[in-house]
């Protein structure tokens, strides 16, 4: 049989600036997209209602 090592997987940061940078930026972005759904629904009511 071939008895090989199983190699450790290498240690993963996930508090680099770059993850930082993505993580705000999609926070961002997912606060803007909620704010114009949110709009557009209400707007979507206001017409209905007129």
Known sequence: M???G???AP???FD???L???GNRRR???KAARWGIATGGIGIIVAILL
Do not use: V
Request: net charge neutral; proline share 6%.
């Open 2 to 4: 071939n008895e090989q």
């Open 6 to 8: 199983i190699a450790a």
């Open 11 to 13: 240690e993963l940061h």
């Open 16 to 18: 680099t600036p770059a």
């Open 20 to 22: 930082k940078r993505y």
């Open 28 to 30: 961002l972005k997912d």
